[in-house]
């Protein structure tokens, strides 16, 4: 089993910044992809954020204030959030992409969340 827990969520001021961070525990033998995601009340979940083997990705809205990172060590993934706007007001969500299992099962495992708030 493979749980996936965020931290880091808040309350800030527009301008200002959060890091959020995202840590994998269990069992899994790799994790191909780390990924934030966030969502408002009556929408899907958005991409932030991702960060495979081979790329990095960033949602045209967070490019340039956002940067996501991973340390393979630590099976934890962080996004740095500056210049914070009220837009970003969301629960952000992390997904990680993992080798599982005895025969080596590709999980998406989705953490439970957590909020952060940008108002003055």
């Known amino acids: 089993q493979v749980q996936v827990v965020e931290s880091g969520g808040g309350w800030v001021q527009p301008g200002g910044s959060l890091r959020l961070s995202c840590a994998a525990s269990?069992?899994?033998?790799?994790?191909?992809?780390m990924a934030w995601y966030r969502q408002n009340p009556g929408r899907q979940h958005d991409l932030v954020a991702s960060?495979?083997?081979?790329?990095?990705l960033y949602a045209d809205s967070v490019k340039g204030r956002f940067t996501i990172s991973r340390d393979d060590a630590k099976s934890t993934a962080y996004l740095q959030m500056n210049n914070l706007k009220p837009e970003d007001t969301a629960v952000y969500y992390c997904?990680?992409?993992?080798?599982?299992?005895?025969?080596?099962?590709?999980?998406?495992?989705w953490g439970q969340g957590t909020l952060v708030t940008v108002s003055s």
């Open positions: 997904k990680m992409s993992v080798r599982a299992g005895e025969f080596g099962e590709f999980l998406e495992v």
């Open positions: 269990g069992s899994f033998s790799h994790i191909y992809g």
């Open positions: 960060t495979g083997e081979t790329a990095t």
